[in-house]
């Protein structure tokens, strides 16, 4: 019984299933949370090991003092442009009223009026010849004046003279003609122009801007005129290319018009300038031709009247001693002696002709020719002066003209220059049917291969810059190109930002691209950064570790000790001297060297206290 097994039978039990991981990520996740939690704890409230402490310092971000680059730079922004704009302006030119003296009729009606007046005072003229040169010839051919009248008288007076006293010489025949005592000097009536009444279109069409003159009522405008065409904005044009069209058909009306008035004023200098020439003509005539015949014939006139009388003298001694022999009668003995009388006045007339010619007649005639000719003269210098305001009235009209074609002056893109107002507002557009007035710019020809920049400099900042000083630019429409520039020229006066009543005020620099490319476009906005001055390989600290207090220039350096034994406040101010200050770093002159580590920002400690300077003491004077 003892020795018999006992059989029992094996049972397997069933394995449990396998848990899952993530309950045991997830906590071991929230540990790690949990520990690092109360490290940034710990470490935001000092509470940090004493060799961690002794490493980094009492709690506060550290920076090491270096050395490197110190840069000083001014960024600014301008407008890209170009540095050889051509600006064209209209040039048309006011036009008021009438330059030659007269009215303009504006028509041609007007200029066959003056036409035909000019042609009646060329007829007036001839006629006043024609009368002259016949008064010479009636003159000339036996009438003579008040002197034959006195010797006439003397004739009638002998009417009952006999055949013999006749015979004598004291005839009428015998007395020369004197034309001085009949020759006239006419009158000279000064050339013109017939005056016409100007038409109210011709001085007051311009005034709306119809093409090219000035408002009426004498009143000194500009020029103005209308865009007929102008080539789109953006329009590559080569030198020479016809741009812009203006109005001109008032121009080329006042043109034909002054054409007329141009040839009339011609015509009247050469019809001036030939009376001139005729009166000189004339005046050397008198004084070297008939002045000295009439003085000679005067003069034998004398010479016969004393012949006449000594002969008569002779008669009468030789009557009277005939009679004394009875051999004749006493009235052929009166007969003789009147006869006498006769030649001595006929003798002393001559005297008295001559003496009236030479210090009266002669030197009044002289005179009259002489101021007649310095009429002549008078006038023809205002014609001349006339007919040169004419030709500059033509020539100013023909240049009108031609201005109202406006052509390229040399190759590049067309601009509009539209009007702005001194807040930037564009109030007249540039396009067909504007009208434009004179010296008023219409388009500019930039050109894109010779680009500057017009830099808005605020007055800060104006004293940094320098003519030659070198900058960067970099173009908006291309960040990834940065240039190279230079600076032109500084405007010595500023100007608003915004308008007339703004207390901010710019100034604006002229900076040349250095190494321009194709693809710049005037009107661009670009950066300007402006080197004012460099330090290199100096001892510098960043400007976020600086305080300021009273003038001076302090860094928070760390206490180690003071942060060891957990003592407040665990740093240190240190008074230092800076140079050269940038945009991010100062030049450090004395008080920090480097390798040392000062607190990166000291903005939240207590402010420092400003160290006492020891005034200077003047040395006493020996």
């Known amino acids: 019984m003892q020795d018999q097994e006992i059989s029992v039978p094996r049972v397997e039990l069933a394995r449990p299933a396998a848990r899952s991981a993530l309950p ?17 704890w710990a470490w935001r409230s000092d509470h940090r090991p004493a060799w961690l402490a002794g490493d980094q310092g009492p709690g506060f971000v550290l920076v090491s003092i270096d050395r490197g680059e110190v840069t000083d730079y001014t960024v600014e922004f301008g407008t890209v442009e170009s540095a050889s704009e051509a600006v064209v302006k209209c040039q048309v030119e006011a036009l008021v009223g009438l330059v030659g003296g007269s009215s303009a009729t504006g028509s041609t009606k007007g200029a066959a009026a003056a036409s035909t007046s000019t042609t009646t005072t060329t007829a007036t003229t001839a006629t006043a010849a024609t009368k002259k040169s016949s008064s010479s010839t009636t003159s000339t051919s036996g009438t003579s004046g008040s002197g034959t009248t006195t ?14 006293s006749a015979a004598a010489g004291t005839s009428t025949s015998g007395k020369p003609t004197i034309r001085s005592f009949t020759y006239t000097v006419a009158k000279y009536a000064p050339l013109k122009r017939a005056t016409t009444t100007t038409t109210k279109a011709a001085t007051s069409g311009s005034a709306s801007g119809g093409g ?15 865009i007929i065409s102008v080539l789109p904005e953006g329009t590559a044009v080569k030198k020479g290319d016809v741009v812009c069209e203006l109005d001109s058909a008032a121009f080329r009306d006042e043109l034909k018009v002054q054409k007329v008035r141009w040839l009339q004023a011609k015509s009247l200098v050469e019809q001036a300038a030939a009376t001139l020439a005729v009166n000189e003509i004339t005046l050397r005539e008198y004084r070297d031709g008939i002045f000295p015949q009439d003085m000679q014939q005067v003069r034998q006139y004398i010479q016969t009247c004393e012949i006449n009388r000594d002969r008569a003298e002779k008669n009468v001694e030789w009557s009277k001693g005939v009679q004394a022999k009875g051999l ?3 009235s052929q003995v009166l007969a003789d002696e009147l006869t006498l009388q006769q030649a001595e006045f006929a003798l002393s007339e001559a005297k008295g002709m001559l003496e009236r010619l030479d210090k009266y007649t002669g030197p009044k005639i002289l005179k009259s020719l002489e101021a007649k000719l310095a009429s002549i003269r008078a006038d023809k210098l205002a014609q001349d002066a006339s007919f040169a305001l004419e030709d500059d009235r033509l020539e100013r009209l023909e240049k009108n003209v031609a201005a109202c074609t406006l052509r390229a002056p040399s190759d590049g893109v067309v601009v509009y220059v539209n009007e702005t107002n001194a807040w930037g507002r564009v109030e007249a557009y540039i396009e067909e049917g504007t009208t434009v007035r004179q010296d008023q710019p219409i388009f500019q020809l930039p050109d894109p291969s010779q680009m500057r920049v017009k830099a808005r400099i605020n007055e800060t900042k104006v004293v940094s810059l320098r003519t030659g000083q070198t900058c960067r630019i970099r173009v908006d429409a291309y960040p990834d190109r940065p240039l190279r520039g230079k600076v032109l020229d500084v405007t010595a006066i500023s100007s608003p930002v ?10 604006f620099a002229v900076i040349a691209i250095e190494d321009a490319f194709a693809d710049l476009r005037p009107g661009l906005s670009a950066e300007v950064t402006f080197l004012n001055e ?40 240190r008074k230092v001297d800076l140079g050269l200050s940038g945009a991010d770093f100062a030049e450090v002159l004395s008080g920090l060297s480097a390798g040392e580590q000062i607190i990166a920002d000291p903005s939240a400690l207590k402010a420092p206290v400003p160290v006492p300077t020891t005034p200077r003491v003047a040395a006493a004077a020996d």
Do not use: C, H
Request: charge should be positive.
């Open 534 to 573: 460099r330090r290199v390989d100096v001892e510098r600290v960043p400007l976020a570790s600086i305080r300021r207090v009273g003038g001076q220039s302090f860094v928070a350096v760390p206490d180690l000790p003071a942060a060891a034994r957990r003592e407040e406040p665990a740093y240190r101010w």
């Open 328 to 330: 004749r009668a006493a």
């Open 212 to 226: 090219g003159r000035g408002g009426g009522m004498g009143a000194d405008k500009k020029g103005s005129t209308r």
């Open 151 to 164: 010797s006439g008288s003397g004739s009638s007076s002998g009417s009952g003279s006999s055949t013999s």
């Open 24 to 40: 045991r990520k997830l906590a071991g996740l929230a540990l790690t949370l949990a520990l690092v939690g109360v490290g940034a």
């Open 498 to 507: 915004n308008g007339p009543f703004s207390d901010v005020r710019v100034y």
